[in-house]
């Protein structure tokens, strides 16, 4: 894999933002869909995810890449760009937050993880399990950066499904408001002070599944 899309990678995953720098804006635009998945006894067993970049990101990420077709990339052919992704994205707790009537639950590590390329765009796809599968009143998952380098929205149609969910369950999401005009007028200072290291909170995409 070209060192050019391994520095992508990390560039897009705000490796550069621990360095001290801070940017109230996003740099890379992430269209998301999220899949709850349930087991036959109606616990709540993990999420998948397909994170669809944005073109700029998807262009300068394959860059040196090798394959057989000009401009076009095989899942095998963007295997090792696919293991990056998803090993970079662990210290970002994968950009997932879950809450089980009000307790906060972790994730083990990606399972079936892989890239497609189509239309000049990457969507990495990947599940993450529940270390504990939980059968919660109220689950909250929450998909967002915390430092807004990534700007997460999810996809217009179809954003969530509940995969085996139990009958009676009702899942509302509450998209983000645009915050864009209030990220330009905190300058970097106020980024930095603490009150605002939060500041993708504000952005935060949040499903809320009610179960009976």
């Known amino acids: 894999m070209g060192m050019r899309a391994l520095f992508g990678w990390l560039l897009a995953a705000g490796l550069l933002l621990a360095a001290g720098t801070a940017h109230a804006h996003p740099?890379?635009?992430?269209?998301?869909?999220?899949?709850?998945?349930?087991?036959?006894?109606?616990s709540i067993t993990g999420v998948r995810h397909a994170w669809k970049f944005d073109d700029m990101f998807s262009a300068y990420a394959v860059q040196g890449l090798e394959s057989k077709t000009k401009g076009a990339y095989t899942r095998e052919e963007l295997g090792a760009l696919a293991q990056t992704n998803v090993e970079s994205l662990k210290e970002y707790a994968y950009?997932?937050?879950a809450r089980a009537d009000g307790k906060k639950e972790r994730f083990n590590e990606p399972v079936d993880y892989f890239l497609d390329y189509k239309d000049t765009v990457l969507t990495l796809h990947f599940t993450l399990p529940l270390k504990n599968p939980v059968k919660p009143k109220q689950l909250v998952l929450e998909v967002f950066d915390r430092s807004y380098f990534i700007d997460f929205q999810m996809a217009k149609d179809n954003p969530v499904k509940l995969v085996?969910?139990?009958?009676?369950?009702?899942?509302?999401l509450d998209r983000p408001s645009d915050g864009s005009a209030t990220a330009q007028k905190l300058n970097e200072q106020t980024f930095l002070n603490g009150e605002n290291s939060n500041f993708g909170m504000m952005f935060a995409n949040k499903i809320t599944v009610d179960c009976p």
């Not at 085996?164 to 509302?172: D, F, I, L, T, V």
């Open 27 to 42: 740099h890379v635009w992430i269209t998301a869909t999220s899949e709850l998945l349930y087991a036959a006894d109606g």
């Open 164 to 172: 085996g969910a139990p009958a009676g369950c009702q899942m509302k």
């Open 95 to 97: 950009f997932t937050f």
